[in-house]
């Protein structure tokens, strides 16, 4: 039982390079949520999905896209990387919105 | 601006003692509230959670403590564990969000 993984676990990328993080769960859990944690700072949420088919936007959602590929998966973009989005991002999982939470093990960013 | 807050950034703790971390917030409209513990390199691990109409719960050598009227959240672990040296978080929920707070780094010196 793997719980939430994350790929990759680093990546350094160039100003206004994009990528796209993975993220999966094996807990048939309903809801995802994507993170971010900065130096200092609390874990900031980007975007959730409740449910398979739905997201909503989160605190800081500028800058990011997300896709909902099915009940398992659940994808961050960033389609012009900024050094502003250097951070380390989690994604969870939960089997009801925002209680209990399973995370990731995080995937470290630099953009340069 | 933070929602919420956790004043001490550190702890150290005697093993077998008790461990007190706190956590204050702004919102009277959080419904519940979690308490996750990290390691380094690790994602955040659910460890205790309370809802806004409890006054405490308990797991093990958990427990958390809700004061609604001073807006006050606190975590009490008996006995202290070396294992338990990690970075604590509190997270309070509102509607379609979750607020954590800094974190404290909790040293438990054997």
């Known amino acids: 039982n793997a719980g939430v993984t994350q790929t990759p676990k680093f990546q350094v990328l160039k100003t206004g390079q994009s990528m796209t993080l993975q993220c999966a769960q094996d807990?048939?859990?309903?809801?995802m949520y994507w993170y971010r944690q900065d130096p200092g700072m609390g874990l900031r949420l980007i975007y959730y999905?409740?449910?398979?088919?739905?997201?909503d936007k989160g605190e800081v959602p500028n800058g990011y896209n997300v896709s909902r590929l099915n009940k398992r998966e659940f994808s961050l973009r960033l389609e012009s990387a900024a050094p502003s989005q250097t951070s380390v991002y989690f994604c969870?999982?939960?089997?009801?919105?925002?209680?209990?939470?399973?995370f990731g093990p995080g995937t470290r960013l630099t953009v340069t | 601006d933070q929602q919420v807050k956790q004043n001490s950034p550190s702890l150290s703790v005697q093993e077998g003692r008790i461990s007190i971390l706190n956590c204050d917030y702004t919102?009277?409209?959080?419904?519940?509230f979690l308490w996750y513990k990290k390691y380094p390199a690790e994602g955040p691990t659910f460890l205790i959670s309370?809802?806004?109409?409890?006054d405490k719960n308990e797991d093990g050598r958990f427990t958390v403590f809700l004061n609604k009227s001073a807006k006050h959240l606190s975590l009490h672990i008996v006995p202290s564990q070396p294992g338990d040296s990690a970075v604590y978080f509190c997270?309070?929920?509102?509607?379609?969000?979750?607020?954590f707070g800094t974190g404290t780094r909790l040293t438990v010196i054997p």
């Open positions: 969870a999982s939960s089997t009801d919105r925002f209680y209990e939470q399973y």
């Open positions: 807990m048939n859990h309903n809801s």
């Open positions: 999905s409740a449910s398979e088919g739905t997201t």
């Open positions: 919102n009277s409209m959080f419904d519940y």
């Open positions: 309370i809802s806004s109409i409890k």
């Open positions: 997270a309070a929920r509102r509607a379609n969000n979750l607020f």
